[in-house]
Protein backbone atom coordinates (compact mmCIF):
# COMPACT_ATOMS: atom_id res chain seq x y z
CA UNK A 1 0.00 0.00 0.00
CA UNK A 2 2.69 2.35 -1.00
CA UNK A 3 6.20 2.50 -0.15
CA UNK A 4 8.08 1.91 3.65
CA UNK A 5 11.46 1.06 4.94
CA UNK A 6 12.10 -2.84 3.47
CA UNK A 7 12.86 -5.76 4.98
CA UNK A 8 13.54 -9.39 4.57
CA UNK A 9 14.68 -12.03 7.24
CA UNK A 10 17.16 -11.07 8.55
CA UNK A 11 16.05 -7.08 9.27
CA UNK A 12 16.28 -3.91 7.60
CA UNK A 13 17.80 -3.57 4.00
CA UNK A 14 20.48 -0.74 3.70
CA UNK A 15 21.75 0.21 0.33
CA UNK A 16 24.72 2.59 0.31
CA UNK A 17 24.45 3.62 4.01
CA UNK A 18 20.91 4.27 4.44
CA UNK A 19 17.42 2.42 4.50
CA UNK A 20 16.08 1.01 1.56
CA UNK A 21 12.81 2.40 0.31
CA UNK A 22 10.42 0.98 -1.49
CA UNK A 23 7.13 -0.44 -2.80
CA UNK A 24 5.80 -2.47 0.73
CA UNK A 25 2.94 -4.49 -0.47
CA UNK A 26 4.68 -7.94 -0.37
CA UNK A 27 6.13 -7.03 2.81
CA UNK A 28 2.50 -6.13 4.30
CA UNK A 29 0.61 -9.09 3.36
CA UNK A 30 3.38 -11.35 4.65
CA UNK A 31 3.13 -9.73 8.05
CA UNK A 32 -1.05 -10.31 7.67
CA UNK A 33 -0.64 -13.70 6.73
CA UNK A 34 2.24 -14.73 9.30
CA UNK A 35 0.58 -12.94 12.72
CA UNK A 36 -2.39 -13.76 14.60
CA UNK A 37 -5.08 -11.09 14.84
CA UNK A 38 -4.62 -8.74 17.93
CA UNK A 39 -0.71 -8.71 16.79
CA UNK A 40 -0.87 -5.69 14.28
CA UNK A 41 -1.62 -2.47 16.09
CA UNK A 42 -2.41 -0.54 12.87
CA UNK A 43 -5.30 -2.88 12.24
CA UNK A 44 -5.81 -5.16 15.28
CA UNK A 45 -8.89 -7.15 13.97
CA UNK A 46 -5.97 -7.77 10.75
CA UNK A 47 -4.17 -11.35 10.81
CA UNK A 48 -4.29 -15.01 9.23
CA UNK A 49 -2.70 -16.63 11.94
CA UNK A 50 -0.99 -19.36 9.23
CA UNK A 51 0.07 -21.99 11.50
CA UNK A 52 -3.49 -22.65 12.57
CA UNK A 53 -3.91 -23.77 9.20
CA UNK A 54 -0.94 -26.62 8.41
CA UNK A 55 -2.48 -29.15 7.60
CA UNK A 56 -6.05 -28.37 7.17
CA UNK A 57 -8.34 -29.76 4.36
CA UNK A 58 -10.38 -26.25 4.60
CA UNK A 59 -8.21 -24.61 1.28
CA UNK A 60 -11.48 -22.65 0.19
CA UNK A 61 -11.53 -21.21 3.84
CA UNK A 62 -8.01 -19.99 3.88
CA UNK A 63 -8.09 -18.49 0.59
CA UNK A 64 -11.21 -16.45 1.95
CA UNK A 65 -9.79 -15.59 4.66
CA UNK A 66 -6.60 -13.89 3.49
CA UNK A 67 -8.36 -11.89 0.77
CA UNK A 68 -10.50 -10.73 3.63
CA UNK A 69 -7.60 -9.73 6.32
CA UNK A 70 -5.35 -8.56 2.94
CA UNK A 71 -8.26 -5.63 2.13
CA UNK A 72 -9.14 -4.92 5.69
CA UNK A 73 -5.41 -3.73 5.68
CA UNK A 74 -5.41 -2.25 2.40
CA UNK A 75 -4.32 -4.49 0.02
CA UNK A 76 -5.67 -6.02 -2.85
CA UNK A 77 -5.52 -9.89 -3.40
CA UNK A 78 -6.83 -10.57 -6.92
CA UNK A 79 -5.90 -14.63 -6.10
CA UNK A 80 -4.52 -16.93 -3.65
CA UNK A 81 -3.00 -20.42 -4.80
CA UNK A 82 -2.33 -23.17 -2.62
CA UNK A 83 0.03 -25.86 -4.15
CA UNK A 84 0.04 -29.84 -3.34
CA UNK A 85 3.48 -29.10 -1.44
CA UNK A 86 1.20 -26.54 0.59
CA UNK A 87 3.24 -23.34 -0.72
CA UNK A 88 1.17 -20.22 -1.24
CA UNK A 89 1.02 -18.07 -4.07
CA UNK A 90 -0.44 -14.46 -3.51
CA UNK A 91 -1.10 -12.51 -6.76
CA UNK A 92 -1.54 -9.14 -5.54
CA UNK A 93 -3.24 -6.15 -7.84
Request: charged residues 15%; proline residues 2%; positive net charge.
Amino acid sequence: MGNDILINKNGLIFSNGNFLIGSSNLQEINVIVSESPGNIKKVPQCGVNIQSYINSTNIFRLKSIIKYQTKLFGNLVKDVQINSDQSINIIAI
